[in-house]
């Protein structure tokens, strides 16, 4: 079992910027590929960018790339996405998620455990 917990979030006006945190632990949660999901009000939960077991590989949503990083330290089994350039629309519930496999998925089903949300509020 993984334990996943995140931390970081916030309020924030339009163009600044966040760093979420996510800690895994438990059953060596430095194994796992990390993703990042969001979900808005009325809207379904949505890939934000995720991360391979290495670290060496990175995947981003069109709509966040070139303004957020995805990063790992696996010394700490903590996970990073730094968000810049923050829009109203970035608005939601972050929530961070392991997968039992090393290689990353856009699909948040492939993902096995889940921490339980943070939210990010953007003003305009």
């Known amino acids: 079992q993984v334990q996943v917990v995140e931390s970081g979030g916030g309020l924030v006006q339009a163009e600044g910027s966040l760093r979420l945190s996510c800690a895994a632990s438990g059953r060596t949660g430095s194994s796992y590929a990390m993703g990042w999901f969001r979900q808005a009000p009325g809207k379904e939960r949505e890939f934000v960018a995720a991360i391979t077991r290495s670290g060496g590989t990175t995947d981003y949503a069109d709509s966040v790339k070139g303004r957020f990083t995805i990063s790992r330290d696996n010394a700490k089994n903590t996970v990073y996405l730094q968000m810049n350039s923050l829009k109203p629309e970035d608005t939601a519930v972050y929530y961070c998620?392991?997968?039992?496999?090393?290689?990353?998925?856009?699909?948040?089903?492939?993902?096995?455990?889940w921490g339980q949300g943070n939210q990010v509020t953007v003003s305009s």
């Open positions: 998620a392991a997968r039992r496999l090393p290689i990353l998925s856009m699909t948040w089903g492939h993902y096995d455990y």
